[in-house]
């Protein structure tokens, strides 16, 4: 054989095994099970962003008990950016930052999990957190030993200072760390869904981001003028990426991230934002003080109702049906053959809701999922009253205000 031959059989055998070596790097070894409704919680970034301390998570840990959230479902405490100390020790290993933790961040997870309560920690993928913070970067095995030896829950991987990284291989690399290290931790992609992760997240985490940062409000638009980025209103993430529903379900959920429900819009946008996320099938992570919280506020996270649309065991994301002169109509499908339907008025004006559903045909193509008014009828409860509200075999009527919703579960007779 002549050596140019050989040359080039030596150099295609290497290019295929470094081609599967990469592909077996990137299938991921996430712990499978984890999250099989969408996960409730908290997390400290929307209010509090950096300005954190073992106190106020304390404090929280305390309220989502006593307050009912506990009860409700919600059961993760996740920090965000800004716990690391900015260097690491001199064996390379993270520090939590001693002024906000002087007792230790192991004995804060302790203590939140004498709550009862699950713990969850951030981290990001390049090599320096969004805030400044050491990333694991070159540190993912170490870390996530780190995070192992600590009994964490729940990691938060980010996506800032990650040029010239690949975000498939990236998120890999550490969904095999945490398996290797050998505790059941979810895992949650940050990643803004700039590099698709529903087409590649299933085997490596366990919910991914679809948008970048959300913002409190219904439907703008927030220009950042350092950085030259945007925040989104809950119904601009809502709708922002097209046909990618057909990615989520139990195990793998589309993240529309954390929630503004008290942080600042009206309640009617509250109630409008918390149900968005429950039709979607969405992360249920509240972000506000807890400390300052209304009843209001209280009332809107633990309606258990909306929560039981969000927690459905079918696991499959709402679509949105039909959309006239500001006013749409949501669906999704629940299990039991029963569908939820949340109309939504993104209008400045007072609409009427006229819905005859005799004139009406469900398809959820992406499902192989039918409602037909016209062969099947099924009973009304309007949720948000929590009261029945007659059958399809009437048009349903009300008046809907301005940014408010109405959200129906139809259940099959």
Request: with cysteine.
């Amino acid at each position: 054989m002549k050596k140019t031959t050989i040359s080039f059989l030596l150099l295609l055998f290497t290019f295929i095994g470094f081609s599967q070596g990469n592909k077996v790097t990137q299938t991921g070894g996430k712990y499978d099970g984890l999250a099989m409704t969408p996960p409730m919680g908290w997390n400290s970034w929307n209010t509090f962003e950096t300005n954190i301390d073992e106190k106020l998570i304390k404090e929280t840990a305390d309220i989502m008990v006593a307050s009912g959230m506990e009860a409700a479902g919600y059961n993760y405490i996740v920090l965000d950016d800004g716990w690391i100390a900015k260097e690491r020790d001199k064996d390379g290993n993270l520090v939590a930052d001693p002024v906000k933790f002087p007792s230790g961040i192991k004995a804060l997870i302790d203590y939140v999990h004498s709550k009862g309560l699950k713990f969850g920690l951030y981290n990001c993928a390049g090599t320096s957190t969004c805030a400044g913070y050491p990333g694991t970067r070159g540190y993912e095995y170490q870390d996530a030993r780190f995070y192992a030896s600590l009994g964490i829950d729940f990691l938060k991987y980010d996506w800032c200072n990650t040029a010239g990284i690949n975000a498939p291989e990236a998120y890999a690399t550490m969904s095999n760390a945490l398996k290797t290290a050998g505790r059941p931790i979810v895992f949650s992609l940050c990643e803004w869904g700039d590099n698709k992760p529903w087409d590649w997240g299933k085997p490596i985490g366990n919910l991914w981001r679809i948008s970048g940062d959300i913002y409190p409000c219904f439907d703008c638009e927030f220009h950042h003028e350092e950085g030259n980025w945007s925040s989104w209103g809950f119904m601009k993430i809502a709708e922002m990426r097209k046909d990618i529903r057909k990615f989520s379900g139990p195990d793998h959920w589309n993240d529309f991230d954390m929630l503004e429900v008290g942080d600042g819009m009206t309640n009617t946008e509250d109630k409008a934002h918390f149900t968005m996320w429950s039709m979607m099938a969405s992360p249920l992570i509240a972000g506000n003080d807890f400390r300052k919280m209304s009843k209001e506020t209280l009332a809107i996270l633990t309606n258990k109702e909306l929560i039981a649309v969000n927690q459905d065991k079918l696991g499959i994301q709402g679509f949105k049906y039909s959309s006239e002169d500001g006013l749409e109509v949501w669906v999704k499908p629940l299990s039991d053959d029963n569908w939820a339907i949340t109309f939504v008025n993104r209008s400045d004006v007072t609409k009427k809701v006229n819905f005859d559903w005799k004139k009406q045909l469900i398809k959820d193509t992406d499902f192989n999922l039918e409602a037909n008014f016209n062969t099947t009828s099924y009973k009304i409860k309007n949720l948000w009253k929590n009261k029945e509200a007659g059958n399809t075999k009437k048009a349903f009527v009300a008046n809907l205000a301005s940014h408010d919703v109405i959200t129906l579960k139809l259940i099959k007779i």
